[in-house]
């Protein structure tokens, strides 16, 4: 079995998808769908995401540093789509995706009521790369869905988000199909 070599590219396969809500200080609120995001820190929780300097969320994002990751459902894909593939500079994408915005607990920027998982960031640091701007941001508070969350020790159920990924080569959408397995299930078990 044999290798090809490739060049340097965004190869990083998947990747989640998110619906990041912005708001200007004027009090316009936009969403912009976004793959290149990530968790970088678990206590505190940070996170990072990044965007074209050349897009209207990057204006906000500049302007007023709040944002909400609002973690889509498949059964939007046109939507979340479509979000990502106009200006929020000329088109009021809440209204055109007839998404329904809400209040965030600690942001100024709004979530997406029919997003399962909603987890408010503030910006705290910026760093500058070629094509994209990151934002390195804290996690304040995350809402999710009553039905989400199992009564019981409080674990989410991934089947009832029902999340997508992107993955860059193909530049194709993706479900996460089944569960395979829980982190650590090998601890005892691998002869070493």
Same mark, same amino acid.
């Given at each position: 079995m044999g290798?090809?070599?490739?060049?340097?590219?965004?190869?990083?396969?998947?990747?989640? /998808?998110g619906l990041i809500t912005t708001q200007s200080i004027g009090g316009k609120p936009n /969403?912009?769908?976004?793959?290149?995001?990530?968790?970088?820190?678990?206590?505190?929780?940070?996170?990072?995401?990044?965007?074209?300097?050349?897009?209207?969320s990057h204006k906000l994002l500049k302007e007023n540093g709040d944002f909400v990751i609002n973690i889509p459902d498949a059964k939007d894909l046109e939507r979340i789509d479509f979000c990502g593939t106009v200006s929020?500079?000329?088109?009021?994408?809440?209204?055109?995706?007839?998404?329904?915005?809400?209040?965030?607990?600690?942001?100024?920027?709004?979530?997406?009521?029919?997003?399962?998982?909603? /987890?408010?960031?503030?910006?705290?640091?910026?760093?500058?790369?070629?094509?994209?701007?990151a934002f390195i941001a804290e996690i304040l508070? /995350?809402?999710?869905?009553?039905?989400?969350?199992?009564?019981?020790?409080?674990?989410?159920?991934?089947?009832?988000i029902n999340p997508l990924v992107y993955c860059p080569p193909s530049q194709e959408y993706w479900t996460l199909g089944k569960k395979v397995g829980n982190y650590g299930f090998t601890k005892g078990k691998i002869n070493k």
């Open positions: 290798k090809k070599i490739l060049n340097p590219s965004a190869s990083l396969l998947p990747c989640p /998808i /969403i912009i769908t976004l793959a290149w995001m990530g968790m970088i820190s678990s206590d505190p929780p940070m996170v990072s995401i990044s965007v074209r300097s050349t897009r209207f929020g500079k000329n088109t009021d994408k809440f209204k055109e995706a007839n998404f329904t915005f809400g209040k965030a607990e600690q942001v100024k920027a709004p979530i997406i009521l029919e997003c399962p998982v909603n /987890i408010e960031c503030r910006t705290k640091d910026f760093l500058s790369y070629a094509t994209h701007d508070t /995350i809402q999710v869905d009553e039905e989400i969350v199992e009564k019981e020790g409080g674990k989410w159920n991934i089947e009832k």
